[in-house]
Nanobody, 127 residues
Framework: QVQPVESGGGLVQAGASLRLECQAS????????MSWFRQAPGKEREFVAA?????????YGRSVKGRFTISSANTKNTLIYLQMDNLIPEDTAVYHC???????????????????WGQGTQVTVSS
């Protein structure tokens, strides 16, 4: 059973940067596709970014494209990062890391595509 564990959240002012980390607790013979989702109070969970199991192809949600960067520390994607620059108050949310062994690209931004979820890390951006 894979258990992603997030870290790196915090309270920052608008315009600042943060880097989130997600560590998958168990190694696999196959690489994971890993994603970040976020959920703000009273809102639905939103897709933020993903890195495919090929280690190269990345995807971004519309609201973060150009400001956030997802990357991987290794070929199995067991440690990934989310570099968040030029943060705005609307980025305030709990950020969850998710993992799947599926190599499908069609649903990479959909919650149901992911089998394993972390507990989340809070990011708060003040104006």
């Amino acid at each position: 059973q894979v258990q992603p564990v997030e870290s790196g959240g915090g309270l920052v002012q608008a315009g600042a940067s943060l880097r989130l980390e997600c560590q998958a607790s168990e190694h696999s013979f196959s690489p994971y596709t890993m994603s970040w989702f976020r959920q703000a109070p009273g809102k639905e969970r939103e897709f933020v970014a993903a890195i495919h199991s090929d280690g190269r192809t990345v995807y971004y949600g519309r609201s973060v494209k150009g400001r956030f960067t997802i990357s991987s520390a290794n070929t199995k994607n067991t440690l990934i990062y989310l570099q968040m620059d030029n943060l705005i108050p609307e980025d305030t949310a709990v950020y969850h890391c998710a993992a799947t062994l599926s190599q499908s690209r069609a649903n990479i931004g959909k919650e149901f595509n992911y089998d394993f979820w972390g507990q989340g890390t809070q990011v708060t951006v003040s104006s």
